[in-house]
């Protein structure tokens, strides 16, 4: 069952998508060579202390992983796609690309966004990747209206991914968000127009392409911190997410 928010509830995860939309910009703003992956998580509980929403990552324990999560965001830089724990071992470096996804929850109700910036100057590829990837999200949103399956989005983010010579990763995908982290249902990043569970007025959904520079094929590595996934080829991966809320006119981006 796909849950449908109520037009009050939406008023309150716009209100968090808002809140987040401005911490994550924020922590993007900051990041430079030196720093530490563990210095944006410690600035992203500060950040979100002063405004009074808490971490939904925080001790949420995904079934794949053997533990709860340690942190508030999951950064994942260069090679690693997903899921990386941040970590005063982890040093940024002029030319990395980095991926900060956090997820809040504010008055109850849970938004989810990341995005993904270099550090200093980074290559033209990168350039390029992180800007299909962005761009791929806006395809996918557009499609995010009622009527639509959520094979739709699916589609349409692989198709232009594909278009520019990068591919995306099966394994993980986008999901339904607002009462918590991950909600029915599943939007794969791949797959065919007009199928799959069909999109309603009321739905929040996290749509989040996760986009390989080289090969989609993904190493969970269960000898590393239990957490991070990498790229088989060692290329480098590019990330960006929204949530939005399915209106009558179509999806409204909550964490812009
Ligand atoms: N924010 C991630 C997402 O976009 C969720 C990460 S789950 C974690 O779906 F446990 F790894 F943090
Ligand atoms: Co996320
Ligand atoms: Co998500």
Known sequence: MIAKKTPEEIEVLKE???IL????????????SGMTTLDIDDRAMELLEEVGAEPALLGYHPSFAPFPYPAATCISVNDVVQHGIP????VLRNGDIV????????????????LTVGVGEVSDQDRKLMAATQEALAHGIKQAKPGNHIG??????????ESRGFSVVRELCGHGVGYSVHEEP???????????????????????????????????????????????????CAHFEHTVAITENGAEILTK
Request: glycine share 10%; charged share 25%; aromatic share 8%.
């Open 16 to 18: 968090a998508g808002h």
């Open 186 to 236: 599943n939007i794969p990043n791949f797959g065919k127009a007009g199928t799959g569970p069909l999109i309603e007025v009321g739905h929040v959904y996290a749509i989040e392409p996760i986009v390989n520079a080289g090969k989609p094929d993904v190493i969970f590595d269960d000898e590393g911190d239990g957490y991070s996934v990498y790229s088989e080829d060692g290329s480098n």
């Open 99 to 114: 991926n900060i996804d956090l997820t809040i929850i504010y008055k109850e109700m849970v938004v989810d966004s990341a």
């Open 87 to 90: 970590s005063e071992e982890t």
């Open 152 to 161: 739709d989005i699916s589609a349409a983010i692989q198709e232009f991914v």
């Open 21 to 32: 939309a401005k911490i994550l910009k924020t922590l993007a703003g900051e990041v430079k």
